[in-house]
């Protein structure tokens, strides 16, 4: 079974930028769509940004600074996160509709 491992999280002033990725321990060019969610503290996971093999999706609250990638190549999703804001911070989970969730990782924003 495919998995998902996160990386690139860490602590970043307000107004910074992480790229966080997403590597799958085999192919994810059969996966139609990848996603990227958030859970901060005492809060339901949603998502963030998703990539289908025709679009992208953002919620309102991240569109126009961060944006969701895929390199099938390389196995691996991406999301640059730019402008972040104390309220981005969340524990950032990957999806695919091939595989389970992946285990997260941790960005916090300081103000």
């Known amino acids: 079974q495919v998995q998902l491992v996160e990386s690139g999280g860490g602590l970043v002033q307000a107004g910074g930028s992480l790229r966080l990725s997403c590597a799958a321990s085999?192919?994810?060019?059969?996966?139609?769509?990848m996603a990227w969610y958030r859970q901060a503290p005492g809060k339901q996971r949603e998502m963030v940004a998703t990539?289908?093999?025709?679009?992208?999706i953002y919620s309102d609250t991240v569109k126009g600074r961060f944006t969701i990638s895929r390199n099938n190549a390389k196995n691996t999703l991406y999301l640059q996160m730019n402008g972040l804001k104390p309220e981005d911070a969340a524990v950032y989970y990957c999806?695919?509709?091939?595989?389970?969730w992946g285990q997260g990782t941790q960005v916090a924003v300081a103000s």
């Open positions: 999806w695919s509709s091939i595989t389970s």
């Open positions: 085999g192919s994810i060019s059969s996966a139609d769509t």
């Open positions: 990539i289908t093999t025709r679009r992208t």
